[in-house]
């Protein structure tokens, strides 16, 4: 399986969140509204999340978005 990596940006003045392919992703990164705040590899973070108890999943999540 090839490695693909997702792009997580958050809006700079309502907080919404999107993720983004790298092709997706190179659109984003220009606007100025945009913040990007992780670049991972999904199937990674996925597979923790998975597995992590409530606690440390609300961690993971946190992590990323900051």
Do not use: C
Not at 22 to 33: F, H, L, M, S
Request: aromatic share 6%; hydrophobic share 40%.
């Amino acid at each position: 399986m090839k490695d693909s990596f997702a792009f997580i940006y958050v809006h700079k003045t309502n907080g919404s969140i999107r993720v983004e392919s790298q092709e997706t992703a190179r659109k984003v990164d220009g606007r100025p509204e945009w913040k990007h705040v992780a670049t991972i590899n999904p199937h990674v973070v996925l597979e923790s999340i998975l597995r992590a108890t409530i606690k440390e999943r609300n961690l993971i999540i946190k992590h990323l978005l900051t």
